[in-house]
């Protein structure tokens, strides 16, 4: 059975950098579409960018300029950086499986943006 | 980039009612349609993927359909453990990854 888990900060200041790493256990990062998604508090789903095991990535245009998302097969993980946050980035934040459909789902990770 | 709209973002109904969401996409998105159904302090759950195919171990009064445009997804039979919020996803390959607005599904 394929799990997910985030890790990171739970609080970063405004204009710094968040960064999150989902670690994968169960199955192997190889072949598969790995996401981030994130969900403001009390709103809905916004698919933040995907990266293929193999390092191509695509990403949301309105974040496009502030994220990276990179992959570490030897560890079985793959990452997430938003640069200049703002109190508008505050949200839970999941890491998933694209395969047809997003079929596994980290428990999510809520992220602050506050001084 | 390609646009969900989803309906309604509210819908009302009664255990044992039929009901029906609906997603349009701003541009073709062939089948490429995933619904996901998500409780409070909980990650999303995938119902269906491709538009119409069953994910595994879903109830089968959970169906899909569509293609191109519009999509709907159906409840046949409304559960009490069937109230929760709905969301569709595109995930066509020319495009980045868009999810609908969301259908909450309350008691009436």
């Known amino acids: 059975q394929v799990q997910l888990q985030e890790s990171g900060p739970g609080l970063v200041k405004p204009s710094e950098t968040l960064s999150l790493t989902c670690t994968v256990s169960?199955?192997?990062?190889?072949?598969?579409?790995w996401s981030w998604i994130r969900q403001p508090p009390g709103k809905g789903l916004e698919w933040i960018g995907y990266?293929?095991?193999?390092?191509?990535?695509k990403y949301n245009p309105s974040l496009q300029s502030r994220v990276t998302i990179s992959v570490d097969m030897s560890k079985n993980q793959f990452s997430l950086k938003l640069t200049s946050v703002t109190a508008a980035d505050t949200a839970v934040y999941y890491c998933?499986?694209?395969?047809?459909?997003?079929?596994?789902w980290g428990h999510g990770t809520l992220v602050a943006v506050s001084s | 980039d390609i646009q969900m709209t989803q309906s309604p973002s509210t819908l009302s109904a009664s255990v044992g009612d039929r009901v029906t969401i609906t997603c349009r996409a701003s541009?073709?998105?062939?089948?490429?349609l995933a619904w996901y159904q998500q409780k409070p302090g909980q990650a999303p759950k995938l119902l269906i993927y491709?538009?119409?195919n069953l994910e595994s171990g879903v109830p089968s009064r959970f169906s899909g359909s569509g293609s191109g445009t519009e999509f709907t997804l159906t409840i046949s039979g409304l559960q009490p453990d069937d109230f929760a919020t709905y969301y569709c996803?595109?995930?066509?390959?020319?495009?980045?990854?868009?999810f609908g607005q969301g259908t909450k599904v309350e008691i009436k």
């Open positions: 996803q595109q995930y066509e390959s020319y495009s980045p990854s868009t």
């Open positions: 990266i293929y095991y193999i390092g191509n990535t």
């Open positions: 491709k538009a119409s």
């Open positions: 169960g199955g192997s990062i190889s072949g598969y579409y």
């Open positions: 998933a499986r694209q395969a047809s459909g997003i079929d596994y």
């Open positions: 541009q073709t998105i062939r089948a490429w």
